[in-house]
């Protein structure tokens, strides 16, 4: 197997590294990720973009909620790789519904689960990577299951109406 050397500063190698640790991968394993992602989008597999924004508390919950269901994933697959643009959308959508605790994801082959509560009811969301613009959302209450359907971009909305 080949062997490429890659020159950085210190700080870089050890943030890297502690991350890619959280994660449960090694520097390789990443490193190898980026390389197939790369390939297989045809170029650099993020946006590349300047900015003086800093990172908000949201994004902050991202990161955590992404970096535990990787985590299981991993764990429950065995396999390192998964194309996170495919949950990119679902994040976006849940940026509407404003900062509620204790999401958690889980990830899947072909779909993610997200329970997450919302004015203090919990709810699951069903969100298909073959049918992107559209989540299944289901409650339970009095010992009955509740399902709706909505559009990604209106889940605020209908757990409004639940």
Known sequence: ????????????????????????????????????????????????????????????????????????????????DFDVAKIEPLFFALKTIGPEKNIRMTLQENAAKVRLSFKNRDYVLDYNFDEPDIVFILSREGGKLFLRDCNLASIGETLELF
């Open 1 to 80: 197997m080949p062997t490429i050397q890659v020159r950085t500063d210190d700080q870089t190698k050890t943030a890297s590294a502690a991350l890619f640790d959280r994660l449960g991968i090694t520097m390789s394993e990443a490193i190898n990720m980026f390389l197939r992602q790369a390939i297989m989008r045809g170029g650099i597999p993020f946006t590349l973009t300047v900015t003086d924004r800093k990172e908000t508390g949201t994004e902050i919950l991202e990161n955590e909620i992404l970096v535990d269901a990787l985590k299981r994933y991993k764990f429950v697959n065995n396999k390192v």
